[in-house]
């Protein structure tokens, strides 16, 4: 999301730059409609920069539920990475599996983003020294375990344990076609 802010950014530079471009040109009404419309526009748009950067910075008071949230989805997750365990060798079982491999590891994909933003801000709150934080350690342990996990699960279902489905797949399909 940052970088769309920076896009956005880049993109009102460019429009000032036309302002400029159509005061040489000799229209400056056009120029004048420009600069009054890009007036607004710069203003609406620093309101929700500052609005974003602070929803970035919310309290650690925020930051525990948000944690626990995490902490739930991983372990949903984890449990339907389960069904992505090869069970039988049958070719329509081994597909099954294999389709419920994809799914957890899109699950995971669209979750890292997340995990990464509480990671670190739960790394900030802990070192920082404004906010208030009951046990400093026990954060630190609940971050680490979040880490953990993530990469344990992304481990069984990216790693290891995608590649065995696959390769039972495979031979599953040599041997039907024999």
Same mark, same amino acid.
């Given at each position: ?120 801000? #739960? ?9 208030? =934080?009951?046990? %400093?350690? $026990?954060?630190?342990?609940? +971050?680490? @375990? ?7 699960? #992304? ?9 065995? =489905?696959?390769? %039972?797949? $495979?031979?599953?399909?040599? +041997?039907? @076609?024999?």
């Amino acid at each position: 999301m940052l970088r769309e802010f920076e896009d956005q950014e880049n993109l009102l530079s460019e429009m000032d730059e036309q302002v400029d471009a159509y005061r040489e040109s000799g229209k400056n009404e056009a120029a004048a409609r420009l600069e009054d419309q890009l007036h607004l526009i710069h203003q609406r748009f620093q309101e929700l920069l500052m609005k974003f950067e602070l929803f970035q910075r919310q309290p650690a008071v925020d930051y525990e539920p948000r944690l626990a949230r995490v902490h739930r989805q991983l372990r949903d997750i984890r449990q339907k990475a389960s069904l992505a365990q090869l069970a039988s060798s049958d070719l329509d079982s081994i597909q099954g599996q294999l389709h419920n491999a994809r799914c957890v590891y899109n699950a995971l994909s669209d979750i890292k983003p997340e995990v990464e933003n509480v990671i670190k801000m #739960g790394r900030t709150i802990v070192l920082s020294e404004d906010e208030v =934080v009951e046990d %400093r350690k $026990l954060l630190t342990k609940k +971050i680490d @375990s979040l880490k953990e996990e993530f990469n344990e699960i #992304g481990g069984q279902v990216g790693g290891e344990g995608k590649t065995a =489905v696959v390769l %039972r797949y $495979l031979k599953s399909l040599i +041997i039907f @076609s024999v």
